[in-house]
């Protein structure tokens, strides 16, 4: 752009160089014609050179036009060549591994000069933060439209990252189904703004393959962020010794860019195998009186999950439901894992209703205070009891109750140690009303 401007300042400056007028002014010869030439005016002879007033020198527009264009242009190349020197100063660093990551993180604003640079970096950088900053410069230049559509896919395709959440052995009595997660997409950027702009403009979709399932191996688009696949296998499905083979197939589109392009990354796989020593009780504790003392107390009440003006509904038969119930909590830290169903109770009235499951484990929580919330579920079903018991709306109070379910902890990774008892929480008030 600065090239061009140039070009159109010097082409606009021609006719002033050669000395021809401008915005409407005569030149000499037209006034002498226009007044008439005088006779004794002395003629120059070829060679002859005529000596003026200096004053008049001195002043002419043609010379400073002369000046200031000389200046312009040794100016204007002067930065270039500055620009561009400190560029390839910052690709020596780069190619040395002495840029620091706060350096590669600004080395966005050489453009193209550090692009191959920043490449190797992102891939063979000597720390995480190296390689993440040399991602966030790369990304920098992508927003700016620098880069061709191969090395934006290439962006992706270097910094793809795949968190399995699985087991790599399950009890081999284990029944039921086992739930499996994976993370999935380009590191978070430490660039809040950027990494928004990145998540806006990148569409994901995945299909998994080995969990026996046809939905599985369906494409689906990803429509949460950070992009996630969560399926279930069912172990009856698997008789055979392992190791089982899972395959996570992913595509990528951008959108509401200068170039739009879909790519197909490289298959991610893992596996998983039988172990028939373990057994499905192997998560739980031992009990204690200390820790029983805290997850007492550990169950709390948050304010009302929705509102007069946007209410909530929890349905608990096809007659009754709960609005706007208030929604547990637990007080962190907690002292051990929890793998436990979520179980609702009404006081006066027979029965239970399964509400969801709780799963969380102690150690992504140790460093965590305050409380952390469950959302209550659309529908909860009733698992003792009978329809009779519930005959009228009106106000009642309830309790949490979570029971220990350690075989639904081998979903997670995480868990370790599963509180063998269960878990009451005091009575709260609570509106039943009819659908």
Excluded at 169 to 189: C, D, E, H, M, T
Aim: with cysteine; proline share 7%; hydrophobic share 40%.
């Amino acid at each position: 752009m600065k090239r061009r401007l140039q070009i159109l300042i010097l082409l606009s400056l021609i006719p002033i160089l050669m000395g021809r007028p401008i915005l409407g002014q005569e030149s000499p010869l037209e006034r002498a014609d226009r007044a008439g030439a005088n006779p004794s005016t002395p003629i120059r002879k070829p060679g002859q050179r005529t000596i003026g007033d200096p004053a008049k020198q001195f002043a002419d527009p043609r010379r400073w036009v002369f000046i200031a264009v000389v200046g312009f242009l040794v100016v204007g190349g002067g930065r270039k060549w500055l620009s561009a020197k400190r560029g390839r100063q910052m690709a020596d660093k780069l190619a040395e591994n002495k840029a620091t990551p706060d350096e590669i993180r600004s080395s966005a604003r050489h453009g193209r000069l550090v692009v191959q640079d920043l490449f190797r970096v992102m891939a063979e950088g000597v720390s995480a933060e190296h390689r993440l900053a040399a991602t966030e410069s790369l990304v920098r230049l992508w927003r700016a439209d620098e880069l061709i559509p191969e090395e934006e896919k290439a962006i992706v395709t270097r910094s793809l990252v795949v968190d399995w959440q699985i087991r790599r052995k399950y009890p081999r009595l284990l029944s039921g189904q086992i739930q499996i997660r994976a993370l999935f997409g380009v590191p978070k950027l430490v660039d809040h703004e950027l990494n928004s702009w990145l998540m806006e403009h990148l569409r994901w979709s995945y299909r998994v393959t080995g969990t026996r399932r046809a939905a599985d191996d369906a494409w689906t688009v990803c429509k949460v962020a950070p992009a996630r696949v969560g399926f279930e296998i069912i172990t009856d499905d698997f008789p055979e010794d392992g190791p089982h083979r899972l395959i996570l197939h992913l595509r990528l589109k951008t959108h509401e860019l200068t170039d739009n392009w879909e790519l197909d990354l490289p298959a991610q796989s893992t596996s998983f195998d039988w172990d028939d020593h373990l057994q499905p009780g192997a998560l739980v504790t031992l009990p204690d009186s200390q820790r029983a003392e805290l997850w007492a107390s550990s169950i709390v009440f948050m304010g009302a999950s929705g509102d007069d003006a946007s209410p909530v509904f929890v349905q608990l038969d096809h007659q009754f439901a709960l609005r706007n119930p208030v929604l547990p909590a637990l007080k962190l830290p907690i002292p051990c894992d929890l793998a436990h169903r979520m179980m609702l109770e009404i006081e006066n009235v027979a029965g239970r209703w399964s509400a969801s499951e709780w799963i969380e484990s102690a150690q992504t929580m140790i460093v965590s205070d305050g409380v952390l919330p469950k959302i209550w579920p659309e529908k909860a079903f009733r698992v003792s009891g009978d329809e009779s018991g519930l005959t009228r709306g009106g106000q009642y109070r309830m309790r949490v109750v979570l029971e220990p379910n350690p075989e639904r902890g081998w979903s997670d990774p995480m868990i370790r140690s599963v509180w063998p008892d269960s878990i009451v929480s005091e009575w709260v008030n609570v509106d039943v009303v009819r659908k």
